[in-house]
């Protein structure tokens, strides 16, 4: 009997807004598959009806994806190939997906991303902030408390934070930003991307909490947010060799390493720079 050949799990990303970025061979790939795995089935029924795409469509979502991924690998594994698509944008990026595909990969199944629409880089492309670094925070959490707890742990995170957030906890979220992370750290807040209503607003948080509160229509819609990363402290000569003279003196009752530490704690140093300053000298 003839081995079936397994088919390909293509993750597909659609549209965040502007139905002109459907790539074509986005288009192609949810046209020529089994099936289509959709993050909510009425809403993308209405995409893939625009584009005249017919095709078998299913719900695969944050409820049930662990239970529904073992009958997709199935089909899979019998040939089928079976495209992944999300509500919009890039299926995997704080959408459901990261079961199906990690059990595809365990499996031995190809997968196919294809690339395309995504929040997240679009509107880092357009911010103006830096874009070499960055680390995506996703959703902060609905709970207060617990939002600028997360908050509080990024205070000295130095590359760019992106987060995503909605309508209802926008201002909320604007004022835990401020309080936690100060009025004058610069932000970038990108809302409705690709859309008609496409804005971003830039500036301090404290200028663009006021932008957002003064104005109801920059409350609706889809946001992304971006906070610069903190200014990153640069120790000087002259801090250096006070605090390699204080290592010095500790190291005749203590470690290197722990004297390196206390003397770091002293100066307001970075331990390691000072840990490593102080084995340059021992070699010279």
Same mark, same amino acid.
Do not use: W
């Given at each position: 009997?003839?081995q079936?050949t397994s088919?390909?799990?293509?993750?597909?990303?659609?549209?965040?807004?502007n139905?002109?970025?459907?790539?074509?061979?986005?288009?192609?790939?949810?046209?020529?598959?089994?099936?289509?795995?959709?993050?909510?089935?009425?809403?993308?029924?209405?995409?893939?009806?625009?584009?005249?795409?017919?095709?078998?469509?299913?719900a695969?979502?944050?409820?049930?994806?662990?239970?529904?991924?073992?009958?997709?690998?199935?089909?899979?594994t019998?040939?089928?190939?079976?495209? @992944?698509?999300?509500?919009?944008? &890039?299926? !995997?990026?704080?959408?459901?997906?990261? $079961? *199906?595909? %990690?059990?595809?990969?365990?499996?031995?199944?190809?997968?196919?991303?294809?690339?395309?629409p995504?929040?997240?880089?679009?509107?880092?492309?357009?911010?103006?902030?830096?874009?070499?670094?960055?680390?995506?925070?996703?959703?902060?959490?609905?709970?207060p408390?617990?939002?600028?707890?997360?908050?509080s742990?990024l205070?000295?995170?130095?590359?760019?934070m992106?987060?995503?957030?909605?309508?209802?906890?926008?201002?909320?979220?604007?004022?835990?930003?401020?309080?936690?992370?100060?009025?004058?750290?610069?932000?970038?807040?990108?809302?409705? @991307?690709t859309?008609?209503?496409? &804005?971003? !607003?830039?500036?301090?948080?404290?200028? $663009? *909490?006021? %932008?957002?509160?003064?104005?109801?229509?920059?409350?609706?819609?889809?946001?992304?947010?971006?906070?610069?990363?903190?200014?990153?402290?640069?120790?000087?000569?002259?801090?250096?060799?006070?605090?390699?003279?204080?290592?010095q003196?500790?190291?005749?009752h203590?470690?290197?390493?722990?004297?390196?530490g206390?003397?770091?704690?002293?100066h307001?140093?970075r331990?390691?720079?000072?840990?490593?300053?102080?084995?340059?000298?021992?070699?010279?």
């Amino acid at each position: 009997m003839p081995q079936t050949t397994s088919g390909i799990l293509y993750i597909v990303p659609t549209p965040i807004g502007n139905l002109g970025d459907f790539s074509t061979r986005a288009q192609q790939v949810l046209s020529d598959v089994a099936a289509i795995a959709a993050e909510d089935t009425r809403h993308s029924r209405q995409l893939l009806q625009q584009f005249a795409i017919q095709n078998d469509v299913f719900a695969l979502h944050e409820h049930n994806e662990r239970e529904r991924a073992g009958k997709v690998i199935e089909r899979l594994t019998n040939g089928d190939s079976i495209a @992944l698509i999300s509500d919009a944008g &890039t299926p !995997l990026i704080s959408d459901p997906g990261y $079961v *199906l595909v %990690q059990q595809c990969r365990a499996a031995g199944i190809k997968v196919v991303a294809l690339p395309g629409p995504c929040a997240i880089t679009t509107a880092l492309s357009g911010a103006g902030l830096p874009t070499d670094r960055f680390t995506f925070e996703g959703f902060l959490p609905a709970k207060p408390q617990q939002r600028r707890k997360t908050l509080s742990a990024l205070l000295d995170e130095p590359r760019t934070m992106v987060f995503y957030e909605s309508p209802h906890r926008i201002l909320h979220t604007l004022n835990d930003l401020h309080d936690v992370m100060g009025a004058e750290r610069t932000m970038v807040l990108a809302r409705e @991307l690709t859309k008609q209503f496409e &804005t971003y !607003l830039s500036g301090s948080i404290a200028e $663009v *909490l006021d %932008q957002v509160a003064a104005d109801s229509n920059q409350q609706r819609g889809e946001f992304v947010l971006m906070l610069a990363g903190a200014p990153v402290q640069e120790e000087s000569a002259a801090d250096d060799l006070a605090a390699l003279r204080t290592v010095q003196l500790l190291r005749e009752h203590l470690p290197l390493k722990k004297a390196a530490g206390c003397a770091a704690e002293i100066h307001g140093v970075r331990k390691n720079h000072l840990y490593q300053l102080a084995l340059d000298a021992d070699n010279t």
